[in-house]
Structures are given as C-alpha cells and as structure tokens.
C-alpha cells in the first residue's frame, strides 16, 4: 500500500490513527512529494483562456507518491488536548469553539486541502476566530446548535442571543466583511474548478467538512468513498 495522490493523505491520517496519534498540522506545506522530478505538458485550459499566441505549459510530477513531514506538534489519543492545534487555514470548528479535539481535527484538515488543490487557493483566509467562523457558515451554512451551546467561555463571544454567529455587526472592518460575502457555497467552488467527478468530490468534501466532529467522515469511510472507489487504479492504491 503506497502513498500516492489524493487517497494518500488519507492513507497517511489512517496509518496515524490506527496507531492512536493525532497529526494535528495537516497542511500543504507538510506533505511533500518523494520526487522532484516533473514532465511538461501543454496546459491546454490556459490556452483556450489565452488570446495571446505561443506554447504555454505546466509542470507534472512525474510521480504522485507522498510523504507527511513536521510531526513537532502530534500527539497521542492519551496525551493533553487542552491546546489550540492546527495552522488557522486548516483548524477545524470545535477547535475554535473549545470543544475539544480529536482525530476528526486532522480530516477537517484533509478536507480544506483537497479544496485548495482544487481552487489553488486556501479555502478559508482569515487570521481571526470569528471571521473564519463566518466563512466557514457562508460556504457549508450554519454552524449547529447542539455545538454552539456547548463552546467555552472564551467562543462565546462570536455568537449573540439564539446562538446565531454575531455576523456581520462583530466585523472588525469592510474589507473582513467582504471577504466572507465573496467566498460560494462549497458545491459551486468546486464545480469551478472540477470538469468530472465533481458530483462524488463535492460529497467528499461535505463528508470531511462536517462540523460535528462525531459526524464528520473518518480516514477509512474516506478512501471507500465513491470518489476514489469507482476507480480505484487512477489513484494508484487498492485497499
């Protein structure tokens, strides 16, 4: 069983999580390709955007196989999870709201990063707790009830009477405002940027970006999703 592609971050979280640690720092800058060595092809998609003549290709690694680095801040199922975990673009909600965590953290994370390899962007920019929450509600809609009811003192603040998130009137300026107004819904994100498959990526996706920790996808229920199951070959693994 190699690591290869998108199925190996899961296979990755898998191997950790059976041997009962928590990654906790999931993030492109921590999976790394084996090989550095890549061919040339004609990006075919920018030159039907491009009305400018010449040939214009991109980089492919020539292989897929990965490796997780930086494990400074993992930690067995056992230890203190007292802590805030994660690097803010990859946290996920019940870290921001203290609830506490465990291995659902780590594919919350998986789930951003499939967003962003994807988009190419990060899904979700923000460097303060309750704007991420807000884009977080303006792409997979609003955060539940049962788990804004039992967030710790400190998340309190971000939400006003009737649990709803105190969004936009605790916006610390227009510019945080307008980025949450321009993020899509999850679905439409996606189907930017996918031509196939995007019906079982989407679902995928939604799987690992649930809020409830207890709801989300684990990394085994992921790599048996359709997305990767209907053929299993193009990814390189079999289970």
Known sequence: ???????????????MHDLHLIHTDLKPENILLVSSEYVKVPDYKFLARSTKYGSYFKNLPKSSAIKLI?????????????????TRHYR?????????????????SVGCI???????????QTHENLEHLA????????IPQHLVLKADHLAEKYFRSHSRLDWPDGA?????MRAVCKLPRLPNLIMQHVDHSAGDLI????GLLRYDPAERLKAREALRHPFFMRDPRRFGYTL
């Open 135 to 142: 884009m977080m509600e303006r792409v997979l809609g609003p």
């Open 70 to 86: 930086d494990f400074g801040s993992t930690t067995f199922e056992h230890q203190d999870h007292s802590y805030v975990v994660s």
């Open 203 to 206: 679902d995928l996706v939604q």
């Open 1 to 15: 069983m190699s690591f290869r592609g998108l199925p190996g971050m899961m296979l990755v979280a898998l191997v």
């Open 172 to 176: 610390t300026s227009r510019e945080s």
């Open 114 to 124: 499939l967003v962003e390899l994807c988009s190419g962007e990060a899904l979700f």
């Open 92 to 108: 996920a909600p019940e870290v921001i709201l203290g609830l506490g965590w465990n291995y659902p953290c780590d594919l919350w």
